[in-house]
């Protein structure tokens, strides 16, 4: 039978980290990470083996108190998983600077915290970051996320180059994926949206994107089967790359960065102008239905 290991989440409660998991749990102990304190308990139904904890990556005293409680329970993790995130989109020209450093602060900063905090534990181990096709950096309208998943894996690959101890370091770079992240992130950008004067239609359809992404992204196990692999895999890559879309996105961004330009904003122009098209006839539709209403009365 094979060891039981101590494996790590954070971003335990919904999406990628949730599914993971619930995988992992079956044999390992697993420490999840929350921060709404209404799943806590929903953790625990999870299995014995789930452990929660409380950590938000944008405050540095609570993931200072996270990574404590880690060393307290256990003087050895096997696998680090940094699956938390969130997005921030908008136009870039109207973004509020302070949302752009809670992105850093969620996506990147409080990850390097976190793992910093961890390395005593953290020996002939693994640390898995849930990256993003997103980091091959050619996404208008949520370039804050790029960047801070780009920074990722930049200094996650930094470490991986100068640690003097024995730790693998992987990023996964998924193509978007059917989760609840999309619907939050409407919500979470409301301001930035509402804010963005001049780009309604652009917004419009990155918002309609999003809703579509909920239901038609890639399934979630596809990313899990892939980290399962990983975490048995004694000498796994630095680097995986899933779904169809970010091995797309991955080939497009090798390309002279003019030509990338170049076809992200003819693709811009085509997908915003259908978008508006599509919209403007809704209107009429609905403009027809109610004249339609008022003539039957």
């Known amino acids: 039978m094979p060891e039981k290991k101590n494996i790590v989440i954070t971003g335990a409660t919904s999406g990628i980290g ?20 209404k799943m806590v308990e929903e953790l625990k139904a999870i299995s014995h083996n789930v452990i929660p904890f409380y950590i938000d990556l944008k405050l540095i ?7 404590n409680f880690i060393k307290v329970k256990t003087d050895h993790v096997d696998t680090l998983i940094n699956a938390a995130g969130c997005v921030v989109a908008g136009a870039i020209e109207n973004i509020d600077l302070k949302r752009i450093r809670e ?3 969620v996506n990147t900063f409080g990850h390097l915290d976190f793992t910093q905090r961890l390395l005593p534990v953290l020996e002939n181990s693994k640390i898995i970051n849930i990256s993003s096709k997103s980091s091959f950096g050619i996404f208008p309208f949520v370039s ?24 693998k370091v992987i990023s996964v770079k998924p193509g978007v994926i059917a989760t609840p992240l999309w619907g939050k992130s409407i919500d979470d950008n ?3 949206i509402e804010s963005a004067k001049g780009f309604e239609v652009e917004l ?7 809703r579509k992404n909920e239901t038609y992204g890639l399934d979630v196990m596809e990313v899990v089967r892939v980290i399962e692999e990983i975490e ?20 497009v961004s090798k390309l002279p960065q003019d030509w ?16 508006a098209k599509i919209k403007n006839k809704n209107l009429e539709n609905k403009s027809e239905d109610a004249d339609n209403i008022k003539t039957d009365v």
């Not at 804050?144 to 730790?167: G, Q, V, W």
């Not at 419009?204 to 999003?210: F, P, R, V």
């Not at 048995?232 to 080939?251: I, M, Q, R």
């Not at 085509?270 to 978008?275: D, I, P, Q």
């Open 144 to 167: 804050p996320y790029c960047a801070s998943k780009r920074a990722l894996d930049i200094m996650f690959n930094a470490l991986l180059l100068e640690t003097h101890k024995n730790i």
């Open 204 to 210: 419009d359809y990155i918002i309609e994107n999003a």
């Open 232 to 251: 048995k895999n004694p000498n796994p890559k630095s680097t995986y790359t899933v779904g169809w879309d970010a091995k797309l996105a991955e080939c």
């Open 190 to 192: 409301k301001d930035s």
């Open 103 to 105: 992105q850093f602060e």
């Open 260 to 275: 990338v330009n170049k076809i992200i904003k003819k693709g811009m122009e085509v997908r915003f102008k259908n978008a």
């Open 18 to 37: 949730k599914a993971l998991c619930k995988v992992f749990a079956k044999d390992n102990t697993v420490f999840a990470g929350y921060r709404n304190e």
């Open 61 to 67: 005293d609570s993931v200072a108190f996270a990574a």
